[in-house]
């Protein structure tokens, strides 16, 4: 596990490969205009993104979680510019290998 490791990091040093993710994001969805926006950035991303999971925490916060698929670099550049927004409370990315360079 530990090589395997080692060679899924390596993976995601070359900008050209290809990865799978998860986005995970809690917002205050009465945060003015913060809805629309991420609405637009996910429509501007739609070819990297899969599925799209939307939870109520509460009244006033809701967690997304964006499964995505493509080049390291357009993944991390679409978790920046969620994470980059005015009114995300927290924003994470958790990238894995497609399995295509372990087998």
Same mark, same amino acid.
């Given at each position: 596990?530990?090589?395997?490791e080692?060679?899924v990091?390596e993976?995601w040093r070359h900008?050209?490969?290809? &990865?799978?993710g998860?986005?995970?994001? *809690?917002?205050?969805?009465h945060? =003015?205009?913060?809805?629309?926006?991420? %609405?637009d950035?996910?429509?501007?991303h739609y070819a990297?993104?899969?599925s799209t999971?939307?939870?109520h925490?509460?009244?006033?916060h809701c967690?997304?979680v964006?499964? &995505?698929?493509?080049?390291?670099?357009a *993944?991390?550049?679409l978790?920046? =510019?969620?994470?980059?927004?005015k009114? %995300?409370?927290?924003?994470?990315?958790?990238?894995t290998?497609t399995?295509?360079?372990?087998a």
């Open positions: 596990d530990l090589i395997r080692k060679l990091e993976e900008s050209q490969s290809e &990865v799978v998860t986005i995970s994001y *809690v917002y205050n969805h945060k =003015r205009e913060l809805t629309d926006r991420l %609405i950035i996910q429509h501007d990297r993104i899969i999971q939307h939870i925490l509460d009244h006033d967690l997304e964006i499964i &995505v698929k493509g080049e390291v670099g *993944v991390r550049d978790a920046d =510019r969620i994470k980059s927004l009114g %995300i409370l927290h924003c994470s990315l958790s990238m290998t399995g295509r360079e372990l």
